[in-house]
């Protein structure tokens, strides 16, 4: 049991830092008050330090590293921002790992190469109007097309709340291949934005996460080629297995607006006075940093064990036991920390111009999205007991 990184990961995560620190801050705050995503030319200049491709395979020009390697640098982003660390998100721990992990050696060579380099952007879209926590409840459809018979096929419906949408190249897009009930007939296949019957609804005005497009996506009879398949009929099981790392990513997500709120707190108790001294001097501005650091730490070590003990599972990937404890205790302490550290930080911590309260408005979603913090704690209890739960009974 070690609680010391390597040598080499700690050079990997000063890497990481001092890039996102120089590079980035300015960025950051522009892309919150207009509204855009990680620009073309900083997304090559993250491809070209090595950051989208951390933990994906040197034959495609990833860095082959580990879910550690990945998680340290998208924390060291997320610090700076969740919106300028989305990309790594998606590439590392999200749906490019999807397509790393299922994905046919045809589509890998096709993908993974254009998004380690930063060329191509990719998104996950799984929730439906009626289909989001009752995912398997989704409708949208892909059907053999034997008008050609080329092994395609065409694909309908609609897609709510993709992250990206209208900005991606490519979508991870999970649909219904046969009829069968619940599970059975899912899998997911490869949308391409620019394909014949793709359109994409408004850009939603979100609470937070300015930065990161989010709209609908209106699938219109879209011919799909067979070498899109990423998982067919039968393999919903494969999809979520995939989801321990995405749970660990968004745990890292929110974690890194928690160890930022810690650190501009820290010091700005050192800095601002009141009463003739230092407000830092004052047990309760004490009592909420010490609060601060243990959730901070404590949240850590959650991600971090559940990511390291990966690889005694059989398929490499985190349990969803302990993914899920450490998605659900991130989503939790994020709320608070970020709340400590606006109230210590006062009409400071609520003002635009300091960026705690772009923590606090970011802080929320992450316990929405990738799994509301109520179904982490259904999927805790469900390995803690040993079967799953039937919530529509």
């Given amino acids: ?75 060291e982003f997320a610090q700076v921002s969740n919106a300028v660390a989305f990309p790594v998100f998606e590439a590392l721990v999200g749906p490019v790992r999807t397509i790393e992990r299922f994905g046919s050696d045809e589509m890998k060579a096709r993908v993974l190469p254009q998004v380690i380099q930063g060329e191509k952007v990719v998104a996950v879209s799984m929730s439906e109007p009626d289909a989001g926590t009752a995912l398997t409840d989704l409708k949208t459809t892909a059907r053999e097309d034997g008008a050609d018979g080329s092994g395609g096929y065409v694909v309908n419906g609609t897609k709510r709340w993709t992250s990206g949408g209208g900005h991606s190249d490519y979508y991870v897009t999970y649909c219904r291949y046969t009829e069968d009930a619940g599970a059975k007939g899912i899998g997911a296949i490869l949308l391409e934005k620019d394909m014949e019957g793709m359109s994409f609804g408004k850009r939603e005005e979100l609470m937070g996460f300015r930065g990161i497009p989010t709209a609908d996506i209106m699938i219109e009879d879209v011919k799909v080629p067979g070498e899109n398949v990423i998982v067919s009929a039968g393999g919903f099981g494969k999809l979520m297995s995939a989801f321990g790392l995405e749970r660990c990513g968004n745990a890292t997500q929110a974690l890194g607006l928690a160890a930022a709120a810690l650190e501009q707190a820290l010091e700005y108790t050192q800095e601002r006075e009141a009463f003739g001294k230092p ?28 990511a390291v003990n990966a690889a005694a599972q059989d398929d490499g990937l985190p349990t969803a036991y302990e993914s899920s404890l450490a998605k659900c205790y991130a989503n939790e302490i994020v709320r608070e920390v970020t709340a400590l550290g606006m109230q210590v930080m006062g009409g400071y911590g609520y003002h635009k111009d300091y960026g705690m309260e772009q923590r606090l408005r970011d802080a929320y979603a992450w316990g929405i999205a990738g799994g509301a913090i109520d179904v982490q704690k259904t999927n805790i209890a469900a390995a803690m007991v040993g079967r799953r739960f039937d919530q529509r009974r």
């Fill in 279 to 306: 407000i830092v001097d004052f047990q309760a501005v004490q009592l909420k940093l010490a609060e601060m650091a243990m959730k901070v730490e404590a949240s850590r070590l959650l991600i971090h064990r559940a």
């Fill in 1 to 75: 049991m070690h609680f010391q990184l390597t040598d080499e990961q700690r050079d990997l995560a000063e890497t990481a830092r001092k890039f996102a620190r120089a590079e980035l801050p300015d960025l950051a705050r522009d892309m919150e008050e207009k509204d855009y995503p990680v620009p073309p030319d900083m997304l090559r200049r993250y491809g070209e330090m090595g950051f989208l491709g951390v933990n994906l395979p040197e034959q495609y020009g990833g860095l082959g590293l580990g879910h550690v390697e990945a998680l340290l640098v998208l924390e």
